[in-house]
C-alpha cells in the first residue's frame, strides 16, 4: 500500500516536472485510457493533440512505461470495411487541433506490462519534432465511460 | 373591397405557411413506422449450413439463429477500437429498448474473424464485459469463410510487428431474422439511437 502510495507520488512529480509551461508548443488534453477488456492485454486512449505554435509538429512516436507497444493509429472505414491505418510520424498543423476519438485515431496500447484495470496510473509518452518530448498522465478508465 | 382582398391575401399567405411547414416535416421526417438507418432486404436471404463454437464451446449453427431476431457483428477481440465500440453501442441499445417497455431485444452475436486467438474461452471472457444479451462465437476458418461469404462480410488479416497482427473486417451490423434469414443491415458509422429506433421497428414489422 505504502509503495503503492510513493510510487504514485513519484509518478505525478516526474509528470509536474515534466509537464510543459504556460505557452507550451504541444498540448493534450482530454486523455481517456481504457481498461483492457477481459482476455485482452491491449487498449485502445483517445485525447486531443492542439499544435499551439506556428510551425508544425510532428509526432513522432508515443510510449508509455505500462505497455510494450503504442501505435497511433486511424481505424477508416471504407466500403464498410474497418482498417487500421498507422499514422506515424503524425503532423499536426500549425494552431490546429488533432482528435482521436472511437471510430476514428486511437492511440492502440497492447502488450501491457501488468493487468490494466480502471483506476491504475498511467502515463503517456508524447515524442516529438525529433527530441521534444511531454508526458501526460491519467488513470485508467473504465469501459462504461466510452463515448456514445 | 380593398380589406377583402386583404384578408384574402393573408389568408392565402398563411395557408401557403401552413401547408409549407407540413410538407417540409414530413418529406424530411419520413413514415414513422418504416425503418430509417438500416436496409432492409427487399427478399430475406437463407443462410448456407455452417458450424461455429460459442463462448461455452457448445456448436452454434442454423439452428441457433432460429426461434429469435440475432445481431452479427464480425470483429475480434484484439481490436481496440471498433469492435468494443459496436459492442458497447449495442448492448447500451438493448438496454435502452429493454428499459422503453419492450419484452425482447435480438441476440448480439459477435462473431470472431480472428479464430487464431479467439478461443471459446478467450470469447467467453471477452464478451461478459457486454453484460446479457451477448454470445461470443469463433470456429474454423473454412467454416466462417462459409457464412461470411453468403453476407457479404470481408475480412482480411494484416501482418503486424511483434506478431500484433489486426484483422481488417467489416463493420456491418447483420440483422437475422427469426426464421434464420438475413433480412437486413446497419452500415458503418453506427450510433446507439439509429439502433434504438428501428431495431424494435424491424422486429416487431415481421
Same mark, same amino acid.
Request: include cysteine.
Given at each position: 500500500m505504502t509503495s503503492r502510495f510513493f510510487g504514485t507520488l513519484v509518478l505525478y512529480l516526474l509528470v509536474i516536472a515534466c509537464s510543459p509551461p504556460a505557452g507550451a508548443p504541444l498540448t493534450i488534453s482530454n486523455l481517456v485510457v481504457f481498461e483492457a477488456l477481459p482476455g485482452t492485454n491491449m487498449t485502445a486512449a483517445y485525447l486531443t493533440l492542439a499544435n499551439n505554435s506556428d510551425q508544425p509538429i510532428t509526432i513522432d512516436n508515443v510510449t508509455s512505461p505500462q505497455f510494450a507497444r503504442v501505435q497511433m493509429h486511424e481505424t477508416v472505414i471504407q466500403d464498410d470495411v474497418a482498417r487500421m491505418l498507422a499514422l506515424a510520424p503524425l503532423i499536426v498543423e500549425r494552431h490546429t487541433s488533432v482528435h482521436f476519438e472511437p471510430g476514428g485515431k486511437h492511440l492502440m496500447m497492447s502488450a501491457a506490462t501488468k493487468e490494466t484495470v480502471a483506476g491504475m496510473p498511467v502515463t503517456v509518452e508524447f515524442h516529438y519534432d525529433s527530441n521534444g518530448l511531454l508526458i501526460v498522465a491519467t488513470t485508467v478508465s473504465s469501459r462504461d465511460n466510452l463515448p456514445e | 373591397m380593398h380589406l377583402s382582398r386583404l384578408i384574402l391575401v393573408f389568408g392565402l399567405v398563411i395557408t401557403a405557411f401552413v401547408g409549407g411547414t407540413l410538407f417540409m416535416t414530413l418529406a424530411f421526417q419520413g +413514415?414513422?413506422? *418504416? +425503418? *430509417?438507418h438500416a436496409t432492409i432486404l427487399p427478399q430475406a436471404g437463407t443462410l448456407p449450413q455452417f458450424s461455429l463454437l460459442d463462448q461455452d464451446g457448445a456448436e452454434f449453427n442454423n439452428e441457433s439463429l432460429h426461434g429469435q431476431w440475432s445481431l452479427l457483428f464480425f470483429g475480434f477481440t484484439h481490436c481496440p477500437d471498433i469492435c468494443p465500440a459496436t459492442l458497447q453501442q449495442l448492448a447500451i441499445a438493448r438496454s435502452r429498448v429493454l428499459q422503453g417497455g419492450a419484452a425482447d431485444f435480438p441476440n448480439i452475436v459477435l462473431i470472431s474473424v480472428d479464430p487464431e486467438r479467439d478461443t471459446p474461452d478467450v470469447m467467453a471472457e471477452y464478451i461478459a464485459h457486454f453484460g446479457d444479451g451477448v454470445t461470443g462465437v469463433t470456429g474454423s476458418l473454412t467454416e466462417l469463410r462459409t457464412l461470411t461469404a453468403a453476407l457479404g462480410i470481408f475480412f482480411e488479416k494484416s501482418d503486424g510487428e511483434n506478431g500484433d497482427y489486426a484483422v481488417g473486417h467489416s463493420a456491418a451490423v447483420i440483422v437475422i431474422n427469426k426464421n434464420a434469414e438475413f433480412h437486413a443491415l446497419f452500415s458503418a458509422p453506427h450510433n446507439i439511437d439509429h439502433f434504438v429506433s428501428d431495431i424494435p421497428l424491424i422486429t416487431e414489422s415481421s
Amino acid at each position: 500500500m505504502t509503495s503503492r502510495f510513493f510510487g504514485t507520488l513519484v509518478l505525478y512529480l516526474l509528470v509536474i516536472a515534466c509537464s510543459p509551461p504556460a505557452g507550451a508548443p504541444l498540448t493534450i488534453s482530454n486523455l481517456v485510457v481504457f481498461e483492457a477488456l477481459p482476455g485482452t492485454n491491449m487498449t485502445a486512449a483517445y485525447l486531443t493533440l492542439a499544435n499551439n505554435s506556428d510551425q508544425p509538429i510532428t509526432i513522432d512516436n508515443v510510449t508509455s512505461p505500462q505497455f510494450a507497444r503504442v501505435q497511433m493509429h486511424e481505424t477508416v472505414i471504407q466500403d464498410d470495411v474497418a482498417r487500421m491505418l498507422a499514422l506515424a510520424p503524425l503532423i499536426v498543423e500549425r494552431h490546429t487541433s488533432v482528435h482521436f476519438e472511437p471510430g476514428g485515431k486511437h492511440l492502440m496500447m497492447s502488450a501491457a506490462t501488468k493487468e490494466t484495470v480502471a483506476g491504475m496510473p498511467v502515463t503517456v509518452e508524447f515524442h516529438y519534432d525529433s527530441n521534444g518530448l511531454l508526458i501526460v498522465a491519467t488513470t485508467v478508465s473504465s469501459r462504461d465511460n466510452l463515448p456514445e | 373591397m380593398h380589406l377583402s382582398r386583404l384578408i384574402l391575401v393573408f389568408g392565402l399567405v398563411i395557408t401557403a405557411f401552413v401547408g409549407g411547414t407540413l410538407f417540409m416535416t414530413l418529406a424530411f421526417q419520413g +413514415p414513422r413506422d *418504416q +425503418p *430509417q438507418h438500416a436496409t432492409i432486404l427487399p427478399q430475406a436471404g437463407t443462410l448456407p449450413q455452417f458450424s461455429l463454437l460459442d463462448q461455452d464451446g457448445a456448436e452454434f449453427n442454423n439452428e441457433s439463429l432460429h426461434g429469435q431476431w440475432s445481431l452479427l457483428f464480425f470483429g475480434f477481440t484484439h481490436c481496440p477500437d471498433i469492435c468494443p465500440a459496436t459492442l458497447q453501442q449495442l448492448a447500451i441499445a438493448r438496454s435502452r429498448v429493454l428499459q422503453g417497455g419492450a419484452a425482447d431485444f435480438p441476440n448480439i452475436v459477435l462473431i470472431s474473424v480472428d479464430p487464431e486467438r479467439d478461443t471459446p474461452d478467450v470469447m467467453a471472457e471477452y464478451i461478459a464485459h457486454f453484460g446479457d444479451g451477448v454470445t461470443g462465437v469463433t470456429g474454423s476458418l473454412t467454416e466462417l469463410r462459409t457464412l461470411t461469404a453468403a453476407l457479404g462480410i470481408f475480412f482480411e488479416k494484416s501482418d503486424g510487428e511483434n506478431g500484433d497482427y489486426a484483422v481488417g473486417h467489416s463493420a456491418a451490423v447483420i440483422v437475422i431474422n427469426k426464421n434464420a434469414e438475413f433480412h437486413a443491415l446497419f452500415s458503418a458509422p453506427h450510433n446507439i439511437d439509429h439502433f434504438v429506433s428501428d431495431i424494435p421497428l424491424i422486429t416487431e414489422s415481421s
